[in-house]
């Protein structure tokens, strides 16, 4: 990821995360997302005008937005400024922050890979990734699939691993 190369703070999963909690906020499903030379590009469907998620209370509209490296910066701010606040559940799989959530154990994954470029879409809670890496031997693009359960089973590892170690112990 050239644009953020270096820096401890932007990575794949806080980028993600952030962009996630503007998908939940902007009430997006059915994700595009493309990383292009200056920032990202980032498209979903949404429901005009409807004051909860609901297919019937509107029509479906596509909603694309170009978020630069800027923006993206502001984006992460404020998700960082607004973690611990939850939404309305998300209808596909009735978990709040859904989107926010399962970007970013979407980019954990990716921070463990390194990848030199990312597409990836969504649909029904579930993501396919297409994403160009690079090694001493190889260079080329490679598929990753999660299914919307292998996202929930990650998306609960990982709000099992920041626990204190006293409330693990707890539920076991």
């Not at 794949?12 to 939940?24: I, K, M, P, S």
């Not at 606040?85 to 980019?107: C, D, F, K, S, W």
């Not at 691993?161 to 409330?167: C, I, L, N």
Request: aromatic content about 8%.
């Amino acid at each position: 990821m050239r644009i953020y190369e270096g820096s401890p703070r932007q990575d794949w999963q806080e980028v993600l995360r952030a962009v996630g909690a503007f998908a939940d906020r902007e009430r997006l499903k059915e994700l595009l997302f493309l990383e292009l030379e200056e920032g990202f590009l980032l498209q979903g469907l949404t429901v005009p005008d409807a004051g909860a998620w609901s297919e019937s209370a509107g029509h479906l509209a596509k909603r694309t937005y170009e978020l630069l490296d800027e923006q993206v910066a502001q984006l992460i701010d404020e998700a960082v400024a607004k973690r611990g606040t939850a939404t309305e559940p998300h209808p596909n799989v009735g978990i709040a922050n859904y989107y926010e959530q399962a970007m970013r154990v979407i980019g954990a994954w990716l921070d463990e890979q390194h990848p030199r470029d990312l597409f990836l879409f969504e649909q029904d809670g579930s993501f396919v990734l297409r994403l160009l890496t690079a090694s001493q031997t190889r260079t080329g693009h490679e598929l990753a699939e999660f299914t919307r359960e292998e996202i929930m089973g990650m998306i609960e590892a990982a709000a099992e691993k920041r626990q204190p170690a006293s409330e693990a112990g707890a539920h076991t």
